[in-house]
């Protein structure tokens, strides 16, 4: 069984720093073998992990945001809380869009979502009005 994104990504920061995976788990107050079985994705990545691991290695904000990512696309299941308070009508009908449509993409298509989502995710606050240019497919 190979390791997720998630889990060589979180292996790598062990090994870069000579941490030991019995320490990340105490840090975490699991066992090991539920660090390794999550690593491999036999168990998904539990929401808190990617802050807690940030932390355990003194990771800054930037690479903290990519193990969070990585663990979403290292789970076999997202969710979205669409009842949450904080979406719009507007919010709630693009993500049932963007998931029904999933897999009709090509990979060109996704690559260029991808893209386009990460730039919008990292908009400065004040730039989130103006009109970002996509092209024109």
Known sequence: MKLTP???EVRGLRMDTGRMMKDMADHLHVSESYVSAVEFGKRAVPETWPMQIAAFFGLGKEKSE????LAKG???VLSIDLQDDSLSQLHRETAA???MSLPRFSEEQLLRVKRHLEDIRHEKPWARGS????DGS
């Open 66 to 69: 990519g193990l969070q990512v």
């Open 6 to 8: 998630f889990g060589r």
């Open 131 to 134: 009109s970002v240019a996509v």
């Open 97 to 99: 869009i963007f998931a």
């Open 74 to 76: 290292s789970n076999k």
